[in-house]
């Protein structure tokens, strides 16, 4: 079965540590984002690459960062320098811009919800 | 700049009623525009997708969606409501290519369903 897998799916994080939510597809996606997700404020973009090795800022980049070694894989590390980090964190992952037919709809993970004690 | 505003943070319907979740665009291209459905403590799921073949749009679970130019609107729709179409939906659009493709999300209605 295809699909887009994170973990942990509930992860504490006590003040000061870092700490990183995996984010794994199967789909032979180019693309990959982390969106984060606060109440009553949709999503917002952290971080995206649209290939291997390559990674842009999203709007909300500040105290996180992220790596693309492999295609499959895209993990996001909440740095101690995030200073709120307690949301929900969103994987997706498209075909990317080398397979755009037109759109680039976005296929998402079943999230991670990150709590801060 | 494109962005995307979801009339309405919650909307109550009873069972059997119509549903009618609004959402504007602004885009200064011909947009892409989608609905998602998020149940509580998992991720999106898409609804439905507008790509300009047509200006309807049907999606699963039997919602639709309608493209209107002039409006500048996608309101999602569904004729009969059931319990199981509680949860928060999100519209959202891509341009064409100018942004490497990346969508821009609407804040999100939350759809409560009274028996």
């Known amino acids: 079965d295809g699909g887009i897998t994170q973990s942990p799916k509930y992860l504490f994080r006590k003040e000061g540590q870092n700490v990183t939510l995996s984010c794994e597809q199967n789909?032979?996606?180019?693309?990959m984002y982390w969106y984060r997700q606060d109440p009553g404020q949709g999503l917002r973009l952290i971080y995206y690459?649209?290939?291997?090795?390559?990674?842009q800022k999203g709007d909300i980049a500040e105290g996180y960062s992220v790596s693309r070694e492999k295609k499959e894989s895209f993990p996001l590390t909440v740095t101690s320098a995030q200073k709120n980090p307690t949301a929900f964190y969103l994987c997706?992952?498209?075909?990317?811009?080398?397979?755009?037919?037109?759109?680039?709809?976005?296929?998402f993970g079943p999230g991670t919800r990150l709590t801060v004690l | 700049a494109q962005s995307v505003t979801q009339l309405g943070s919650h909307v109550s319907v009873s069972e059997g009623a119509l549903v009618l979740l609004r959402c504007n665009y602004s885009?200064?291209?011909?947009?892409?525009l989608f609905w998602y459905v998020q149940y509580p403590n998992q991720g999106l799921q898409l609804l439905l997708k507008?790509?300009?073949?047509?200006?309807l749009v049907k999606g699963i679970n039997g919602f639709e969606a309608e493209f209107k130019k002039s409006e500048t609107s996608f309101h999602l729709t569904k004729p009969s409501a059931h319990m199981s179409d509680a949860a928060e939906y999100f519209c959202?659009?891509?341009?064409?290519?100018?942004?490497?493709?990346?969508?821009?999300f609407g804040k999100g209605t939350k759809l409560s369903v009274k028996p």
């Open positions: 997706a992952s498209s075909p990317g811009l080398i397979r755009l037919a037109g759109y680039n709809e976005q296929f």
């Open positions: 690459s649209q290939i291997v090795n390559d990674f």
């Open positions: 885009s200064s291209v011909p947009p892409y």
């Open positions: 789909l032979n996606h180019d693309a």
């Open positions: 959202a659009v891509s341009d064409r290519g100018g942004s490497q493709g990346n969508l821009i």
């Open positions: 507008y790509t300009s073949a047509a200006t």
